[in-house]
DNA sequence: AAGTGGTCTAGACCACGGT
DNA sequence: CCGTGGTCTAGACCACTTA
């Protein structure tokens, strides 16, 4: 059962990128597209609201909505998984699990996690690739209260996220990410093939179940050669944030 | 004048921020604050919505909404505008111009700015500071119909945004941007005051109009230990993506 | 079973943009 | 001026969570 004004979203969506609505060009009035479609204003507005948010086109008071871009790249309106991501850029994602083991929480975990300081966490090491070469290096500490289905998980697993769900039922609805840039350390270097000190991009991130309560966090160093992120903003609507360090 | 649904998501964020309801908390009911706001519920709708885009608050069909984070999200904070952010996160921001000269637009220039290959274009090369100390070499190249407004701007202007906007009322509108890492080459590396070949944070963007006209792109350089990005993201209700293949 | 958010309708008025 | 998107209302039904 598909929601009549993501429907109205998806057609609209092929559209643009079929270039039936070409860069430049208006979109069809809201009532236009109410007859059309054979729904109400509201529900137009609720697909045109999608295609808004993905900066695929523009709008403002009193003039029609334009195509901005036929896009589809991958940016980060939605949370998703690297394997999840690698899927829908047609590429395949591999990983396997380089370390583990527990070691009593640090003052960063205890903070990031809500959890006292000291508590045995699981300590992961992974290195993640797409077509098999190596882009990702991510060192994941788990919440306790996780961490004995973390370990019935196969090394080699591809996709956690989606091995977790069906094993646990736990869903990541929630991801707060700070980027920023650093040197590629021994290890790092070794795992990406890469020379030591060459820059990395780094997203240290806090995944969080519905309620907010935090599932995992990592320090995830990408070589920027390979992957590299995209974001989309517009006046009034920015879920970029630039701050400061410190 | 305020829209009403605006004026409700801004004192449900100070609650929040208030910590009146404290992080895992349930925020009221939709209809429990359409009565206590005298509006609709359709407006209380759109109110909550604005802050589960900023990652305030989490929902799900049929269970309460949950307060996530009392983050004091600088939402009108412009990626593209540097002094603004700066000036909103209550620092100074400073900028002067290192270099300027006009350059036939290269093959990359003129995908950009969609404008033919060859056109002489305006390039800029700008260092930037907060509180003085330097953080950001920018490097943007104008389209030819705007460069005359830019060459207009004082060199050691700290907003050329807003100077462009009071001058010709041009709006910068949309921002695409591109993040990845990258070493600090010669240059970088004096302006920044940092060793060469340490890791910077790039972000290339396109700025375009309203209408997606192509204004300026930037290939901007950050020390990442002064500033780094942050994303709060969600797995979104509305599945896009999950529509079957086919 | 009751409560809650997600979806949708069919109206209405206003502010703004373009002609 | 007319057409457009932005805002708002007062209903309705359904899917889901929770107790």
Redesign the interface.
């Known amino acids: 059962m598909?929601?009549r004004h993501?429907q109205i979203?998806?057609e609209l969506?092929r559209a643009i990128h079929r270039e039936e609505y070409p860069?430049?060009a208006h979109l069809p009035a809201e009532t236009e597209l109410a007859t059309r479609y054979g729904v109400s204003r509201g529900t137009v507005r609720q697909a045109v609201a999608?295609l808004a948010?993905e900066?695929l086109i523009?709008s403002?008071q009193g003039?029609r909505r334009?195509?901005?871009?036929p896009r589809r790249s991958q940016s980060?309106?939605?949370?998703r998984s690297f394997a999840q991501w690698a899927q829908?850029m047609g590429r395949t994602a591999t990983g396997r699990v380089v370390a583990h083991e527990y070691r009593p929480a640090t003052a960063e975990d205890a903070a990031r996690l809500h959890l006292p300081q000291g508590t045995p966490l699981l300590n992961v090491l992974r290195l993640r690739g797409l077509d098999g070469e190596p882009v990702l290096v991510e060192r994941t500490v788990y919440a306790d209260w996780i961490s004995p289905a973390v370990e019935a998980v196969d090394p080699d697993c591809a996709s956690v996220t989606q091995r977790l769900y069906e094993d646990t039922g736990l869903?990541?609805?929630?991801?707060?990410?700070?980027?920023?840039?650093?040197?590629a350390g021994a290890r790092d270097a070794t795992l990406l093939a890469v020379r030591r000190?060459?820059?990395?991009?780094?997203v240290r991130r806090v995944t969080?179940t519905?309620?907010?309560r935090p599932v995992e966090w990592s320090d995830d160093r990408y070589r920027?050669d390979a992957?590299?992120?995209?974001?989309?903003?517009?006046?009034?609507?920015?879920?970029?944030?630039?701050?400061?360090?410190g």
């Open positions: 598909t929601a993501e979203a998806a969506r860069v430049g999608a948010a900066g523009g403002r003039a334009v195509v901005l871009a980060f309106a939605e949370l829908a869903v990541f609805a929630h991801g707060e990410h700070v980027i920023d840039a650093i040197s000190t060459s820059p990395l991009l780094r969080t519905h309620d907010g920027p992957v590299s992120f995209t974001v989309h903003n517009a006046i009034g609507h920015n879920p970029l944030m630039r701050t400061p360090a």
